[in-house]
């Protein structure tokens, strides 16, 4: 879940930006020196990149699914025969540079996660090949990785949870709305099991805190 990140006398060297694909052959001298990279997020990066991008597309990649066993700042993810629903965003020329630096360290630096390459099925019908895009992936060896646990509880956990990026709630309602409205075709029980187990947690806590605050604002009779 979220926490704050860790202190800077505490974070680790960034590891090495992946091999990027290479220029197409000959192109002209003065160009841009790499061919465009795509980026794949299936967290927070499906609503705040954090990063200058040419073009974006919903779609997902195979092997994998999305779960809520990460104990870090930003998005979670585990290795699975499925597929997760996400975008993938193009970056070219400087932007491919700035876009690395950054999720170096928004991701593998402070979140522990790994990155790989993987194919891209975007959501257009008229997509023909897969592209072959950078997604950086949670592990059970990732120090963080808190492993599973049933959505009641992670929804009690994430009601409790902030860090430097916002509040776990919002985290978990952002990422359920855009399952739900650009991939209305997709189901990820996991996802809107937590979502419908935090739904129906909020009141009960809410009522918590109002008792509370009543029975603090009543006047205590002395004894004796």
Request: charged share 25%; proline share 9%; aromatic share 12%.
């Amino acid at each position: 879940m979220k926490r704050d990140p860790q202190r800077p006398e505490e974070r680790p060297e960034p590891p090495p930006h992946p091999a990027l694909p290479s220029s197409p052959p000959g192109q002209a001298e003065g160009a841009e020196l790499l061919a465009p990279v795509w980026i794949f997020g299936y967290g927070s990066l499906v609503w705040r990149p954090g990063f200058e991008f040419t073009s974006r597309k919903v779609g997902f990649i195979r092997g994998y699914s999305r779960r809520f066993w990460q104990g870090d700042t930003f998005h979670r993810g585990s290795e699975k025969m499925a597929c997760t629903w996400g975008v993938a965003y193009e970056v070219r020329g400087e932007q491919i540079a700035a876009s690395l630096e950054y999720l170096n360290m928004r991701e593998a630096v402070l979140g522990g996660y790994d990155t790989k390459l993987v194919k891209f099925h975007p959501q257009e019908k008229d997509a023909e090949e897969p592209i072959l895009a950078l997604v950086y992936i949670a592990t059970p060896q990732n120090p963080s990785y808190l492993g599973p646990a049933s959505e009641e509880d992670i929804a009690a956990q994430i009601i409790v949870s902030s860090g430097c990026a916002g509040h776990n709630i919002e985290y978990l309602l952002r990422l359920a709305d855009f399952m739900r409205y650009f991939c209305p075709q997709a189901e990820d029980k996991h996802l809107f099991s937590i979502e419908e187990a935090l739904i129906s947690i909020l009141p009960c806590l809410y009522y918590t805190e109002e008792s509370l605050e009543e029975t603090a604002s009543v006047p205590q009779k002395s004894k004796g």
